[in-house]
């Protein structure tokens, strides 16, 4: 009888415990289902949030096109868009609020946002014309070398590289003895060319990379620029310059050369311009501790605003917003 009740015991504890790790385990599955399905919301709704970011900032181009001049620092399109929660943006019609689940995660939801002149930087397939050094170009980008204190060293690198690269293409059997380096599709690619990682965080600022050859917006070029693409000019003119088109913006060439006061300066519209045409858009959103960054590259032709190129990347958790 003793043995038949010890042995009753430990069959009603094991069944206990194998009852209580199966609860547990159906509860982690559920828990984990339920995880997994928020995320997946938040991943989606992330992304049309940003899309519709996109098509914001597409319009505005759009719109500034339709009024047609130059494109300068103190337009629509240059304003950037402060940390704002989405609630400012996703007001109910008739002043009705959100209630709910929808208005809990709308309130943990900031967007935020800017937009940059890409020809405001020095194009680094300007560098190449018909497989060939540009003399011009790669005046202005020694230029920039030593303004910011690079090694020139990487730039003969760079240089050779990407005559290697966008030069004439080599028959099979040449080919095959000489290591053709690929081509870049953004200036972050441009470590496998020769620069050092280094250089290239302090050289991102002031160039980039389009599909097509550009002049330098003169509008909205910083100082650096400025010194490098204008044959002549020291850093006190580029400064002086800045100044006077921040105060008024330049409305033709012949405007810019007469604020420089150089007659010895000479533009031209192969190297200069007032106007773009590429635009980078970059939009944040945070959710909770999560900063979701996408980065736009924008062509605009006439009222034609199309995507060249997206990328999308999380920031890191609790980093700030874009100021």
């Known amino acids: 009888m ?126 190449i014309d018909n497989g060939k050094l540009h003399a011009p170009s790669l005046a202005a980008w020694t230029i920039l070398f030593k303004q910011l204190n690079l090694p020139e060293s990487e730039l003969l690198a760079l240089t050779q590289q990407l005559l290697r690269a966008y030069g004439p293409v080599l028959p099979a059997a040449a080919a095959g003895q000489v290591q053709t380096p690929l081509r870049p599709q953004t200036i972050d690619d441009l470590v496998w060319l020769g620069l050092s990682p280094a250089t290239l965080q302090v050289l991102a600022p002031f160039v980039t990379l389009l599909p097509a050859r550009t002049p330098v917006n003169l509008n909205t070029a910083t100082p650096e620029v400025l010194m490098a693409c204008i044959p002549g000019l020291d850093m006190a003119q580029a400064r002086s310059l800045e100044t006077a088109r921040d105060a008024q913006h330049l409305s033709t060439l012949a405007d810019a050369e007469q604020r420089l006061g150089d007659a010895t300066i000479k533009l031209n519209a192969t190297e200069h311009a007032i106007s773009s045409r590429f635009f980078s858009v970059t939009g944040q959103l945070r959710v909770g501790q999560t900063l979701l960054q996408e980065t736009s590259v924008l062509q605009r032709d006439g009222l034609d605003v199309k995507i060249l190129l997206r990328t999308r990347e999380v920031v890191r958790t609790g980093a700030p917003l874009l100021q």
Do not use: K
């Open 2 to 127: 003793r043995a038949q009740r010890g042995a009753a015991i430990l069959t009603a504890m094991l069944t206990v415990v194998l009852v209580a790790t199966l609860a547990s385990g159906m509860l982690w599955q559920q828990w984990r289902s339920v995880e997994v399905e928020s995320a997946q919301r938040t991943r989606v709704q992330s992304a049309w949030i940003l899309t519709g970011a996109l098509d914001w900032a597409r319009l505005i181009l759009r719109e500034d096109a339709r009024q047609g001049g130059p494109d300068y620092l103190a337009e629509p399109w240059a304003v950037a868009l402060a940390p704002a929660r989405l609630t400012t943006f996703l007001a109910a019609e008739r002043g009705e609020a959100l209630v709910g689940d929808d208005a809990d995660s709308v309130q943990d939801a900031f967007l935020a946002g800017a937009m940059q002149d890409l020809q405001a930087r020095l194009n680094l397939i300007n560098l």
